[in-house]
């Protein structure tokens, strides 16, 4: 399989995940504890790769699994970098408002291309730098509003507090992505023992956050396990395949692509999301839509193509350079 349909594949399904959220809500509220869905979907992508493991294991030779516990140890973290992530979110909405905290969201764009160097060692190139902050200029544009709209003078209103958080929530969710294909690359165990390993963690963690929400609300609807399954429709089983789904293909990115590729899958789906709109929710278009697009996929054709490509150099050489070489070598040969 290669890494670019799992990443086209990707951003098809991230970009249906806001639109099946919007589908799923009942006069615009949700019938149904929208904290359960990402424990459905944890305990989804636990169960799937069980499976792919059990079959795996019933093949020769049997798939390599590490189970010394100074390994296993290690695949909690990133389920804690992505607790505190998600508690920096609601401390940032309280600063800032949704647009300004959606562009700041852009800088996960960057602030991965800097920790994809530091910690994993990967050098880019000048080129596929300027790509990587043309792709977060690209998607800044496209949220940008206009400004004859209200929210236009709030971008840069905000306390400095919430442009502090916001850099804070890019720097971890490129964290927790990092750290997450340093673990899928740490050693060569079978994909899905790994998700194994990550996918429990995560189911323990959300379960903690529904038993924390039943204490906090004094269990006034009952416990969680009683209701999970309260209001939930087609479409929320929907949005809940979905959401386990992309994890999957993201952990398979991990293993066999890294995080840009990730990062490109996640914005271009965030650009398809917004042209969907526009016949599904009668969204209006936008110049900034328009530009950040062709800014993006700029973007994405420099980030990828070969150098041959991007250089518009002559393939022949001309005769008065071929003496000039002939030349060279002649006096290379006597010396």
């Given amino acids: 399989m290669q890494w670019y349909f799992v990443a086209s594949l990707l951003t098809v399904l991230t970009s249906s995940q806001g639109i099946l959220t919007t589908l799923s809500q009942s006069n615009g509220e949700y019938k149904y504890d929208y904290a359960t869905v990402p424990f459905l979907a944890e305990v989804f992508k636990l169960a799937v790769s069980s499976l792919l493991l059990w079959r795996e294991c019933k093949k020769s030779p049997l798939p390599k ?128 023992w790994q998700n194994i390993q990550l996918y429990t963690f995560g189911t323990l963690f959300n379960m903690a956050r529904l038993l924390a929400d039943d204490f906090r609300g004094g269990f006034e609807n009952g416990p969680w396990w ?25 952990s398979w990115l991990m293993k066999h692509a890294d995080n840009i590729v990730k990062v490109y899958s996640t914005s271009m789906a ?43 150099m002559p393939l022949t050489v001309k005769p008065d350079e071929e003496k000039l070489i002939e030349v060279s070598v002649d006096r290379r040969t006597l010396s």
């Fill in 270 to 312: 965030m650009l398809l999301t917004m042209i969907l709109s526009l016949f599904l929710f009668n969204f209006k278009p936008t110049l900034q839509l328009f530009l950040g697009i062709i800014i993006c996929m700029m973007s994405l054709h420099m980030y990828f193509a070969p150098p041959n490509m991007l250089l518009d």
């Fill in 65 to 192: 699994m590490t189970t010394e516990w100074k390994t296993v140890s290690l695949f909690p973290i990133p389920s804690v970098i992505y607790l505190i992530h998600n508690n920096v979110q609601f401390a940032t909405l309280t600063y800032v408002d949704t647009s300004t905290y959606q562009i700041m969201g852009n800088l996960k764009i960057v602030t991965t291309g800097i920790l994809f160097r530091l910690f994993l060692g990967r050098r880019l190139s000048n080129l596929q730098w300027m790509a990587i902050v043309l792709l977060a200029v690209g998607t800044t544009t496209s949220q940008v509003r206009g400004c004859g709209e209200a929210s236009c003078d709030s971008l840069f209103s905000a306390p400095i507090q919430g442009y502090m958080l916001g850099v804070l929530s890019a720097c971890l969710s490129a964290l927790a992505g990092i750290y997450t294909e340093f673990l899928m690359k740490k050693n060569n165990d079978s994909l899905y």
């Fill in 226 to 250: 009683q209701r999970i399954f309260n209001g939930y429709t087609i479409t929320t089983w929907m949005v809940v395949l979905n959401l386990g789904s992309t994890g999957l293909l993201v």
